[in-house]
């Protein structure tokens, strides 16, 4: 039904861009993000299929993958229960990019219709590519080292994304 509509809406004009925002996790797995990760495969997934839809139309179809991004979002998500903010702020807790050299980043990845960018700090790109590129080496590497280490930091509510 989307890609029906956007190609009424631009197909004619034989020019557009769709931009999708998914996350490095939509590339792959981490641990404590199980419905996370869920969600943006599905993301690249319908963004993958709708750029093979439109291709024939003109219109690009681009999707942007930030690794972690130092925002106020923390401040204003909800606990369990939904009429109570979380309200404490975990900026300090991690390694994140800053948002505005993200959005510069993606501007320019956007201007030279990228059709799949990822924007990260090191080590999360690195990993990025190691998961893709080397999946036997990153899933090695994630069980014998980085997984039962983030779990423990979020059990100890030392890392909360």
């Not at 999946?135 to 039962?148: D, E, I, K, T």
Request: aromatic share 12%.
């Amino acid at each position: 039904e989307l890609s029906s509509g956007i190609n009424a809406e631009y197909g004619g004009n034989k020019t557009g861009t769709v931009v999708g925002v998914s996350s490095l996790t939509g590339k792959m797995g981490t641990p404590v993000s199980t419905a996370y990760a869920a969600s943006k495969h599905a993301v690249m997934g319908f963004f993958s299929s709708l750029r093979m839809e439109l291709y024939s139309h003109g219109i690009d179809v681009c999707t942007v993958c930030p690794g972690p991004v130092r925002s106020n979002i923390s401040l204003h998500s909800f606990t369990e229960d939904v009429t109570k903010e979380y309200n404490q702020d975990v900026q300090d807790k991690g390694r994140k990019q800053e948002a505005d050299r993200f959005a510069y980043l993606m501007s320019v990845a956007l201007a030279a219709r990228v059709p799949e960018s990822w924007i990260s700090i090191q080590p999360y790109l690195l990993l990025t590519y190691i998961a893709q590129y080397l999946p036997s080496v990153y899933q090695s590497f994630l069980f014998s080292r980085g997984a039962q280490k983030r779990i423990s930091k979020f059990k100890n509510k030392e890392c909360l994304y």
